[in-house]
């Protein structure tokens, strides 16, 4: 029973997470010559996002899924 309840829980947050790859809630850095640095967007609820760093040519080095539910996937940028 509890492998049902959690295959359930897996399929929905998954179908939920697919479903909400709009990230209209970010937060940029940049580096001190202006161009981008890193950017951390999530989605409405604030449940599902995106990590990106970015190196000074505007190419991307890093990126990682996010979320704040079922359990936390987290980026921490230093600099």
């Given at each position: 029973m509890?492998?049902?309840i959690?295959?359930f829980?897996?399929?929905?947050?998954s179908?939920y997470?697919?479903?909400?790859?709009e990230?209209?809630?970010?937060?940029?850095?940049y580096?001190?010559?202006?161009?981008?640095?890193?950017?951390?967007?999530?989605?409405?609820?604030?449940?599902?996002?995106?990590?990106?760093?970015?190196?000074?040519?505007?190419?991307?080095?890093y990126e990682?899924?996010?979320?704040?539910?079922?359990?936390h996937?987290?980026v921490?940028?230093?600099?």
């Open positions: 509890k492998s049902a959690h295959i829980l897996l399929l929905f947050f179908r997470a697919f479903a909400q790859k990230y209209s809630d970010c937060k940029q850095t580096f001190t010559t202006g161009e981008l640095s890193s950017k951390k967007c999530f989605d409405t609820n604030k449940r599902f996002g995106k990590a990106t760093a970015y190196n000074k040519t505007g190419s991307i080095i990682k899924e996010l979320r704040t539910i079922g359990g996937a987290s921490e940028f230093t600099f």
